[in-house]
């Protein structure tokens, strides 16, 4: 099952953004070369980073970024433990620590989606800092489904556009598992739109 929230951005926001780490570049260049869709190649990538090392214009301060976008883009993990060096980074970033006070007033952090093999991004705040900066428009209930002997992914809307109350709770019409699985029963029997695995 999956929420996706659409926002509306009321005031720009300032975001750390972190380096698509070249440790992980060559594993997603041959996880996608099948898809349909177009992949991110090896070069762009080099070259945004390259970017980047020259806005940063500090070799050390780029190796730093360097060492925690890799643990921002881990998939080899075996616990919640392996992302305490993320989190700290985060914390850092976000002001989270007393010992390092910062006056930066950073909203979030921009970070490449490992799952999408860096072709899109994630953007992650603490909703203090985004209070008044972005606007809930609606959320959207999706039933993913994955057909393992087909590779294929499928994506089945089961309630769209769900709005907040005042409260800010997020007002479904499906209320319950039965109500999902009885608007899908149907569909998951073949796949509808897909997206092929290779």
Same mark, same amino acid.
């Given at each position: 099952?999956?929420?996706? &929230? ?9 975001? %750390? ?22 992949? /991110? ?9 390259? $970017? ?7 070799? +050390? ?8 976008? +890799? ?9 919640? #433990? +392996?992302? $305490?060096?993320? #989190? ?22 921009? *970070? ?17 800092? @985004?209070?008044?900066? /972005? ?5 959207? /209930?999706?039933?993913?489904? *994955? ?5 294929? @992914? ?7 556009? %769900? ?6 709770? @997020? ?25 092929? /695995? &290779?």
């Amino acid at each position: 099952m999956l929420v996706v &929230g659409t926002w509306a951005i009321e005031e720009p926001l300032l975001l %750390a953004q972190m380096l698509s780490p070249e440790k992980y570049l060559d594993r997603f260049v041959n996880d996608l070369k099948d898809l349909k869709e177009q992949a /991110l190649t090896l070069d762009f990538l080099r070259q945004e980073n390259e $970017k980047m090392r020259k806005q940063i214009n500090n070799e +050390e301060l780029y190796k730093i970024l360097e060492f925690f976008s +890799e643990e921002f883009a881990k998939t080899d993990t075996i616990d919640h #433990n +392996e992302y $305490k060096l993320a #989190n700290y980074y985060k914390d850092r970033v976000l002001n989270k620590t007393q010992q390092f006070p910062d006056n930066s007033n950073i909203d979030g952090i921009w *970070y490449p989606s490992v799952s999408s093999g860096y072709k899109n991004i994630n953007i992650v705040f603490p909703p203090e800092n @985004i209070r008044g900066k /972005l606007r809930f428009l609606w959320a959207d /209930l999706i039933w993913v489904v *994955y057909f393992k002997d087909q590779r294929i @992914i499928q994506f089945i809307p089961i309630e769209n556009r %769900a709005k907040i109350d005042e409260a800010g709770v @997020i007002q479904w019409n499906t209320k319950t598992i039965t109500d999902i699985l009885s608007k899908s029963k149907n569909m998951v029997e073949k796949p509808l739109a897909y997206l092929s /695995l &290779g």
